[in-house]
C-alpha cells in the first residue's frame, strides 16, 4: 500500500497539457515502487554517458530516433525506463508517439504492468500527438497474459490519450481479442460503449466476427440471422470472409445443402468470387460427410471458372479418396498436382504413406517417403509415426524399432507418441525382452510409457518371474516419480516374496513410501 501511494504522489505531480511552457515533466519510475525493499540505485549517467556505453559513440543530443533504439536495445527495462527519463531532462526535449511506443512494449513484453498502468497515465498529460496504434499494439500483450479488462481498457484509453475517437480497427481488434478468450460478457460491453459512448457503429469486419463468435459457438441461427441483416445493409454488406465463416459452419455441421445454396447465392446475388479456402470448405465437407466424386465435381467447376486449385484442395480430395480406399485414384491426383507445378508438402505425401500402410503396402510407403526426402520434402513426426504404425501393424516391430534408434541420431524428430506406438504393439505380442530394452531406451531420451503401458509391463515381467528386471525398471520409473497401481504393486510384492527375498520387497516399500510422502 505505501509503495502504490508513493507512485501516486509521484505521478501526481505531472503538470497538465496546458503547462507546456514548463520544463518536461518529471522523473517517473514507475519498476522502483514494485519492490520498496530493494537497495537504492545508484545515480543514473547522464543521456551522454548512457548514450555512449550503449553505442560506443557519444552524442550531444539524443535525438527521439536514438532514444527509441536504446530503449529497445537494453535487456533489462528498468534500464529502458531510465534512459527514457533520462533523455527527457535534456533542454528542449519532449517525448513523442515513437518514444512512449517503444517503452509501453518493452514493459509489456517483461509483464510489468504496472509500469505500464504509470507510463500511460504519464501520455494522457503529454501535449504531443498519439496515435491509436499506441493502445492497439498493447491489447495482444495484455490478452496473452489474460488480462483482458486491461485489453477493454486500452480501448476506452484511445480517446484520452490520442484526443481522437477510436477507428473501427481499434472497435475490431479488441473486439476479436475478446471473443477469440472466450469473454462474451467483455465483448458485449465493448459493443454498448462503442455505441452509447462513443457513437461508433461496427463495420463488416466489425460484425464478421460476432458471426464467428456464433459459428464457433455451433448457434448457426443467430449467424445466419446477423448474415441476412448484412445482405440487407447497404453500409455493412458481407464480403467473402462472412459467407466463408457461415459455409464453413454449416459444412463442420453436415448442413452441406444449405452450404451450397448459400455459396450459389454469394455468387449470383452478392456477386462475390470465391477463393481457394472458400471452395476447399466445400470439398472438405464433402469428402468428410457425403462422397469424394461431389468434391471432385468442385474441383472441375473452380478450374472452369478460373480459379487454380492450390495444395489444400488436393490434399483434401486426396484425403477423402484415401479414406474411401481408392489410392490409384489420389496417387493419379497426387501425379496430376506436381505436373502442375503445385507444391507437394509433408501433409501430401504422409496422406498416400498412410493409405500404403493401412492396406498393407508398407514397402511401398517407405519407398514414397525415401521419395519425398529426396525430392526435398524433409518428412515430419507425422510421417515417422504412420511408418512406425504400419511397421507394428504388420508384424515388423524390429524393423520399427531399428527407426526408433535411428532416426533421432540422423536429426529427426520423435515425439512420446512415437515410442508409445511400439510400447504397446510389443506389450501386446508379450515380447519382454523388446519391452524391456525399449524401456532402457525411452527412459534415457526422457520419454515416458502410457501409465497403463508402464503397469502392464511390470505385470508381465512378474508373470515371467523375472523379478530382477521387474524390481529394475520399477526403480527406473519411479525415479519420474512413476507410482504403480495397487494390483501391480500387489504382483511386485508376491514375485519378490516367492523368492523369498523378502528384504528387497521391504526395500520396495520404503521407496514407495517415500516417493508418496514426497508428494
Known sequence: MAASQRLRRKTSTTPSPSTSSLPSLPWISPLHYLNPTSPPLSAPPSPKEAESQSTGRR??????????????????????????????????????????????????????????????????????????????????????????????????????????????????TCLNLLVEAGRIDLGQQLLVDAKTKLNLHPNTCTLNILVKRHCRAADLSPALQLLDEMRQS????????????????????????????????????????????????????????????????????????????????????????????????????????????????????TTLIACLCRMGRIDEGIELAADMTNSGCEPDVVTHNVLIEGLCRGGRVGEAMAMLERLPREGARLNAASYRIVMNCVLGMGEVDRAVGLLGLMLGRGVLPHYAASNKLLILLCEVERVVDATMALLGLMETRFLPETGTWAALAESVCRERKLGKAIELIDDLVGIDSAD
Open 59 to 172: 552524442s550531444r543530443f539524443i535525438l527521439h530516433s536514438d532514444a527509441v533504439r536504446l530503449i529497445v536495445r537494453q535487456e533489462d527495462p528498468q534500464r529502458s525506463l531510465d534512459i527514457f527519463n533520462l533523455v527527457s531532462t535534456q533542454p528542449g526535449f519532449s517525448h513523442n508517439h515513437s518514444t512512449y511506443a517503444a517503452l509501453l512494449f518493452r514493459l509489456a513484453r517483461a509483464r510489468l504492468f504496472p509500469a505500464v498502468d504509470a507510463t500511460l497515465r504519464r501520455a494522457a498529460a503529454e501535449p504531443c500527438r498519439f496515435h491509436e496504434s499506441l493502445l492497439i499494439s498493447l491489447m495482444p500483450l495484455f490478452s496473452r497474459s489474460s488480462l483482458h479488462e486491461k485489453t477493454l481498457n486500452a480501448f476506452h484509453l484511445i480517446l484520452p490519450i490520442t484526443r481522437r475517437k477510436p477507428s473501427n480497427k481499434a472497435l475490431s
Open 234 to 349: 447497404k453500409s455493412n454488406p458481407p464480403n467473402l470472409v462472412t459467407y466463408s465463416t457461415v459455409i464453413g459452419a454449416l459444412c463442420s455441421q453436415g448442413r452441406l445443402k444449405h452450404a451450397f445454396q448459400l455459396f450459389e447465392e454469394m455468387i449470383e446475388k452478392d456477386h462475390i468470387v470465391p477463393d481457394p479456402l472458400t471452395y476447399n470448405l466445400l470439398i472438405d465437407g464433402f469428402c468428410r460427410h457425403e462422397t469424394v466424386d461431389k468434391a471432385l465435381t468442385i474441383l472441375g467447376f473452380m478450374r472452369n471458372n478460373g480459379c487454380e486449385p492450390n495444395k489444400y484442395n488436393y490434399s483434401s480430395l486426396m484425403n477423402g479418396l484415401c479414406g474411401e480406399g481408392r489410392l490409384e485414384e489420389a496417387r493419379h491426383l497426387f501425379d496430376d498436382m506436381r505436373s502442375r507445378g503445385i507444391e507437394t508438402d509433408a501433409v501430401c505425401y
